[in-house]
């Protein structure tokens, strides 16, 4: 897997950059290869692109979208990429575009040209020319201000690109691996049971300070109720 992170600063305020980016349409007219984009769904585009005399067409998903933030996709099938556009404000009328991608290249000419540094080329190629592109209009040719799979916490921070790998899967909810020496969940055993030689007493089993050992042979309360105590310091109900 490769990865490419390119930087451009761009004299226009953030929400022209920004909403320029989201005319995907428009990307032929600076993306180097890239012959036609569709947008098929708010969140789905179709590629046909032609680099080093391979053509290819595939579908990419919109993961994430914040509006002035960021736009968080990957390819469908292959060939296989991933990557984060961010747009940062530097002052009202200037903004710093951050390209961040990760690709698996595919054939031989793609091989070859990662080990050239042929697609970082490419790619900071294509953000001078959207620099070139955006700052000549002055505005932008459309914008699209929707959100795709936002949380409430706003910020860059958590956008980021999708793991690649064949191996990269999440493990179920509730199956993660419990730290070295712990029990995983749904592993201690029951109230009572017996304890491995040299396990520690589950908490609560330590008498309380100042607390009287029963004498030999006395019975033992019934569990609960126990009294619990309210935040204002009277007794509560039992539980």
């Known amino acids: 897997m490769s990865t490419i992170e390119q930087i451009v600063d761009v004299a226009v305020p953030v929400r022209v950059a920004y909403d320029q980016w ?5 990307f032929p007219k600076f993306m180097e290869g ?10 789905r585009t179709h590629w046909n692109t032609s680099i080093a005399g391979v053509r290819r067409e595939f579908d990419a998903e919109i993961t994430e979208q914040r ?12 060939p296989r990429q991933a990557g984060v556009v961010s747009f940062q404000p530097l002052d009202p009328v200037n903004t710093r575009v951050v390209l961040q991608m990760q690709f698996i290249p595919e054939g031989v000419v793609e091989q070859v040209g990662d080990k050239l540094n042929l697609v970082e080329s490419r790619v900071k190629g294509d953000l001078q020319r959207f620099k070139e592109f955006v700052e000549e209009h002055g505005r932008s040719t459309g914008g699209w201000r929707g959100s795709v799979g936002t949380d409430p916490t706003p910020g860059f921070a958590d956008a980021t690109t999708p793991d690649l790998r064949p191996d990269a899967r999440r493990p179920a ?24 030689p040299g396990a520690q007493p589950a908490p609560g089993a330590y008498p309380a300070p100042g607390a ?15 009294p619990t105590q309210d935040p204002r310091g009277n007794p509560g109900s039992g539980f």
Not at 22 to 26: A, G, I, K, N, P
Not at 67 to 78: A, F, S
């Open 173 to 196: 909810s509730g199956t993660h691996p419990a730290p070295d020496g712990l029990p995983a969940p749904g592993d201690r055993p029951a109230p009572g049971a017996p304890s491995a």
């Open 22 to 26: 989201t005319q995907f349409e428009d």
């Open 67 to 78: 509006p002035d933030e960021c736009i968080v996709w990957h390819t469908l099938g292959t």
């Open 34 to 43: 890239v012959d036609r984009i569709d947008q098929v769904t708010p969140t």
């Open 212 to 226: 009287q050992n029963p004498a030999p042979g006395a019975q033992q309360p019934a569990p609960g109720p126990y």
